[in-house]
């Protein structure tokens, strides 16, 4: 047991280098959600027949196909095929972002569906374009709506992106498991590793709290 | 107030993707430096250290193999299962990492010459008294790290010819091990090299052999990277002519 917590103290250091990495690929990775998914959202609502066919095609395909199959479609595959040489980090940022884009795409779809269709109506009526009025009045309210939608999203993507591993992204869990291949020491440092993800999880959720009580319009409901 | 907060996350989302951007700038392949792919769960052959480094009897071959004729190398960590795809997809340059060279890999790759020969053996708890035939019959479970030589020539000459016993397959030879101290499985094939240093470090013990031929470690290159070849086949003949071959080898004793 003591050796054990020796070890573990060893590796902390490494361990927490890793989880930097895990945090730069899942803010990268939500940031590329957000924006692609917003613009897949709104097509999806606003759009014509085929474009929202073609979306539907999109959110199928991301939400269908398993996370590693994915990685190594578009690192060995497409990426390489076109002669782009991406580094393993920045295809998982990418994959786990158009990923992550399909599945957010449908909670803001979910929350602009959820806003009264006079808001949309009342821009109209006052002249807007639809072109100003979605970002301009549509939008506000319904990114406020998806924020605890969103926190799910989050600590699903900060699981998922350990998977990254199988490119050798040396995230957390990576780490974890080598420190274990040298010392068999398993347990402990999966436990650790656990124990790093509980803490990020906590700190993404509590902080996306903290937005939803900010940007909370007072005596709003829609 | 709602605004600045958002300022701030946005900055804070920024920070961290120019952190990861440029803590994996240096990654592609540019001239004369060489990636090496390695299986960092394969000690004594290939591990990261206390400190994350790289480190084990291929990884310091390889070090010594680069200064010697002038170029650097780079140890990358890599996913067993993806390790040739990355070869073929120059995603690496090499493979030094305790590699048995077989013919079935010989058609994506090249190899050097062998410079380690590698018997496969199964372990099992200290206080085991079967035969190596008991353990591999009566429906035993038996581990074995996935995507090895020794899982598939188990799966071809064992199980398929009606062997009673079933096979598991571990992501890497220490967690079979970890498994083995469990009493979830009755013992795990494995190189015997991986298998001495679980010895060193856990109440484990190596049963023998079984049946399974001998295999040399090669390196491995793309095939056309010939001249990457010829480098590293000087080099490995340098090396084991030289004494830090036979301080290598006192060190990580694979």
């Not at chain 2, 398929?160 to 598991?168: C, N, P, Q, S, T």
Request: net charge positive; proline share 4%; aromatic share 10%.
């Amino acid at each position: 047991m003591a050796e054990s917590l020796v070890i573990l103290y060893g590796a902390l250091p490494y361990l927490l280098r890793g989880s930097l990495v895990t945090i730069a690929v899942v803010a990268g990775a939500m940031m590329i959600g957000v924006v692609v998914g917003i613009s897949l959202a709104v097509g999806q609502v606003y759009g014509g027949k085929w474009l929202r066919r073609m979306i539907a095609v999109y959110v199928w395909f991301f939400r269908g196909v398993p996370l590693l199959v994915l990685l190594f479609l578009f690192y060995f595959g497409l990426f390489s095929l076109l002669h782009i040489n991406l580094s393993a980090f920045t295809v998982s940022v990418i994959v786990l972002g158009l990923i992550s884009a399909a599945y957010q795409s449908q909670i803001f779809r979910g929350a602009i569906m959820s806003l009264p269709e006079g808001q949309l109506k009342a821009a109209r009526a006052l002249g807007m374009s639809d072109r100003k009025a979605i970002p301009l009045i549509i939008l506000p309210q319904a990114l406020r709506l998806s924020i605890p939608g969103w926190s799910n999203e989050y600590s699903i993507v900060l699981k998922d992106s350990a998977v990254a591993y199988a490119l050798g992204v040396m995230e957390m869990m990576a780490r974890a498991h080598f420190v274990a291949s040298r010392t068999y020491e398993h347990l402990p440092l999966y436990f650790a590793a656990g124990v790093m993800f509980l803490i990020l999880t906590y700190l993404g959720t509590k902080g996306l709290r903290i937005l939803e009580e900010k940007v909370r319009i007072p005596g709003y409901s829609s | 107030m709602g605004k600045k907060f958002l300022w701030a996350l946005i900055l804070l989302v920024a920070i961290a993707i120019a952190g990861g951007i440029y803590y994996f700038k240096e990654e592609p392949a540019s001239a004369k430096v060489y990636i090496n792919g390695i299986d960092a769960n394969f000690p004594p052959f290939a591990y990261v250290d206390k400190d994350g480094v790289p480190d084990g009897f291929d990884v310091k071959s390889v070090d010594w193999i680069a200064k010697e004729m002038g170029f650097t190398v780079k140890h990358q960590p890599m996913d067993w299962d993806g390790i040739i795809p990355s070869l073929v997809a120059k995603k690496i340059d090499m493979v030094a990492s305790g590699m048995s060279i077989t013919d079935k890999r010989k058609e994506q790759v090249n190899f050097t010459v062998p410079y380690w020969k590698i018997a496969q053996v199964i372990v099992a708890p200290a206080d085991c008294t079967k035969s190596v035939d008991e353990l591999l019959s009566g429906g035993n479970k038996v581990g074995v790290q996935r995507g090895t030589t020794e899982a598939n020539w188990i799966k071809e000459n064992l199980i398929a010819k009606g062997k009673d016993f079933e096979l598991v397959e571990y992501d890497s030879a220490p967690l079979a091990i970890e498994d083995i101290l469990n009493g979830r499985i009755v013992g795990a094939a494995m190189d015997d090299a991986p298998a001495k240093d679980a010895m060193r470090k856990k109440p484990v013990k190596i049963m023998g052999t079984f049946g399974m031929a001998s295999e040399d470690f090669g390196y491995a290159v793309r095939k056309e990277d010939t001249e990457l070849l010829n480098m590293m086949n000087a080099g490995l003949e340098k090396l084991m002519a030289s004494p830090y071959w036979w301080e290598l080898k006192e060190k990580y004793k694979p």
